[in-house]
């Protein structure tokens, strides 16, 4: 089931990048976005990973650059 949104941030926690903390809506969110953006690039990694989802995703530092925010608001 594809969950619709309108340009809706949505933030998901994980406890040291846990997956057994991840809710079933969190995994559910993660699988349909548009957008991924980590906190940490192998903490990111192996949490998509271990719950098969296999997107490209930004890091938060490298998203701060004014030219990426200007990439992701066109989003």
Same mark, same amino acid.
Do not use: C, Y
């Given at each position: 089931?594809?969950?619709?949104? #309108? &340009?809706?941030?949505?933030?998901?926690?994980? /406890?040291? @990048?846990?997956?057994?903390?991840?809710?079933?809506?969190?995994?559910?969110?993660?699988?349909?976005?548009?957008?991924?953006? @980590?906190?940490? /690039? #192998?903490?990111? /990694?192996?949490?998509?990973? /271990? +719950?098969?989802?296999? &997107? #490209?995703?930004?890091?938060?530092?490298?998203?701060?650059?004014? &030219?990426?925010?200007? +990439?992701?608001? &066109?989003?």
């Amino acid at each position: 089931m594809k969950i619709e949104f #309108q &340009k809706t941030l949505v933030l998901v926690s994980v /406890s040291l @990048g846990n997956p057994g903390d991840l809710t079933a809506r969190a995994r559910e969110l993660l699988e349909h976005s548009d957008i991924l953006i @980590g906190e940490e /690039s #192998q903490i990111t /990694s192996k949490l998509l990973k /271990s +719950i098969l989802v296999s &997107k #490209q995703f930004f890091f938060v530092m490298n998203i701060l650059l004014p &030219k990426k925010l200007e +990439i992701l608001g &066109k989003w």
